[in-house]
């Protein structure tokens, strides 16, 4: 089975600070996703990469930045955190246009 | 540009009875459907879905789905609701091409009673 983990389960950083999210994947998948999940809100896109390098913004990208150095790994970066970005942050890969596999996810809360 | 609308947010249903979760999606050329649920401190697990072929898709646990072109429609249905499958579910859309966005819906909490 594929395997997307996610580095931390709950993380608690002060406003301000800087913060990396990361996430690997076991499966060569060339599609990375980064989503936040909020009640009655959903699952939001912030970035999605489909190949090293390659990036797109979501429809909520303001305030984060993602990298993707290698195939396997995604990192979602919170130049300066802030309490609205408190939330669940979700991340999956998929090959090609098929299902998306998901992480567990990490509970990000920002003092 | 893709988007999904689940318009319940909740759906409540006896144990027993069928259920329909709703969903329907706008997107460009031909969609490519997910249903995926969550149950509670849990990631998100894939349920069933729909590229191409029959309209009426089978999935884990019981869970089919019914494409229909017409209506942009595909909703989640079940014959026989079953206690343990309260949870969230999320309806998912995505274009055909190898390198597609994935964008959800806002999600449906179902609650089956006894």
């Known amino acids: 089975d594929v395997k997307v983990t996610q580095s931390s389960r709950y993380l608690v950083k002060r406003t301000g600070e800087k913060v990396f999210l990361e996430c690997v994947q076991d499966m060569d998948h060339e599609n990375m996703f980064w989503y936040r999940q909020d009640p009655g809100l959903g699952l939001r896109l912030i970035y999605f990469s489909y190949d090293v390098k390659m990036k797109e913004k979501g429809d909520i990208p303001e305030g984060y930045s993602v990298s993707r150095e290698k195939k396997e790994r995604f990192s979602l970066i919170l130049e300066s955190a802030s309490t609205n970005q408190t939330s669940m942050y979700l991340c999956?890969?998929?090959?090609?246009?098929?299902?998306?596999?998901f992480g567990q996810g990490t509970r990000l809360t920002v003092v | 540009a893709q988007s999904v609308a689940q318009p319940e947010d909740q759906v409540n249903v006896a144990e027993g009875n069928p259920l329909t979760v709703k969903c329907t999606y706008s997107?460009?050329?031909?969609?490519?459907l997910f249903w995926y649920v969550q149950y509670p401190n849990r990631g998100l697990q894939f349920l069933l879905k729909y590229i191409t072929g029959d309209n009426l898709v089978k999935g884990s646990y019981g869970f089919e789905a019914e494409f229909n072109k017409s209506q942009t429609s595909f909703h989640l249905k079940k014959p026989s609701a079953l206690v343990s499958d309260s949870a969230l579910y999320f309806c998912a859309v995505r274009d055909g091409s190898s390198a597609s966005k994935i964008i959800f819906g806002s999600g449906t909490r179902l609650s089956i009673r006894p």
């Open positions: 997107v460009s050329g031909n969609p490519y």
């Open positions: 999956a890969s998929s090959h090609g246009p098929t299902k998306a596999f």
